[in-house]
Each structure stands twice: as C-alpha cells, then as structure tokens.
C-alpha cells in the first residue's frame, strides 16, 4: 500500500495510482510556505509545554522531508530556501529538538547543498547548547578546522580537555591544529 501515499503536507495522502513521487513537492511547499499558520511559535515569551514541543516536530519533519526530495534532485535552492523557512517557523532555540544531533543534520543537508557555512552555524549553536557531548565537540572542531578557525578549534579542544584530561585523540588533534596554525599553508598528513 505504500507505493499509494504521497505526502502533501503533514499527511499522507492515498491516490488511486503508483505515487512514483513520495513527496507532492509543490503542494507541500505550498502548504509549509504559505497555507499552515505558525503563531508564536518563534516567541520564547510564548509558553509550549513538552507535549506541543513534541507534536511540533511533525512541522520540522515535513520541511526535513521536503528538503530531503530537494536533495535527492540536486535541488540545492530548494533545499535552502525550505531549511531557512523551517528554522524561520520554528526556530531550534525556541523549540528545541528532540535529540540535540538534529541541528547537525540540517547542517549536513546545507552542507550538501552548498553551503557549509550554515552548517558550521547549527554546529556551533549544537555545541552552545551540549558542550560535553563528544559527537557535538567533533563535529564542531572538524568544521572549524575547515573553516581554518585553528585557534577556535584549539580553544574548544582545550576547554574539553579540562573535563577529559585522558582523551588522548583530542590531545593529538590540538597538536595537529596548532601545526597548522604554525604552517597554515601546508597540508598536514
């Protein structure tokens, strides 16, 4: 029966044929652009407790669906433009996920449409938020190494190892990257 659901908004919809695509792009867009209502939902002055928090993330997992479409077509403007609307609606530091590592997949979805630059942004608000999660701190230091923000990354590394003085594997990363401050155009094996 699935091959019969095609996704129009934040339901699917049964058709009377082969949904070749899952997705109604446009119709969807439509409706997360410019049908759906979202009152408030971007004020922290506005109490949501946990059970509106929950049920908003059907909002994020339609515009992460839509954005996923995008990408499987190379679509990489779609792909933007429905992530900047997403986090414009329903902000992360408003309405926060539901597992920190979201931020960073929306992140990886800007990244591969081009635009590392908002990935190395969610990135940085994911380590504001969970500074003592490991998976966070990598993903934050590989894209400030990236970015060659060597003394940034060094600065995180430093701050983590207060906490893990044995994690010898970011004892040998704050050592790469200060070889890199030092030669800053050489490639570091």
Known sequence: MDE????????????????EDKVAEQKLEKNLSEIFQYRNLDNPKVYLNDNVIGLLQ??????????????????????????????????????????????????????FA????????????????DPENPEVVGIYVSLLQHHKR????????SEWQIDHPADSEAQNKILELQRQVSAPDSVIQ
Request: hydrophobic fraction near 45%.
């Open 150 to 157: 060597y003394q940034d990354a060094i600065a995180v590394l």
């Open 4 to 19: 019969y659901l095609r996704m129009d908004g934040l339901t699917f919809k049964l058709v009377p044929y082969h949904a």
């Open 58 to 111: 059907n909002y994020r997992a339609a515009f992460l669906r839509l954005a996923h479409q995008y990408l499987m077509e190379k679509n990489n403007e779609g792909v933007v433009r429905i992530l900047k609307k997403m986090e414009q609606v329903v902000p992360f530091d408003v309405i926060p996920a539901p597992d920190i590592r979201l931020p960073l997949q929306v992140g990886q979805y800007y990244q």
């Open 114 to 129: 081009g635009r590392i630059d908002e990935f190395l942004r969610l990135a940085e608000f994911t380590y504001q938020t």
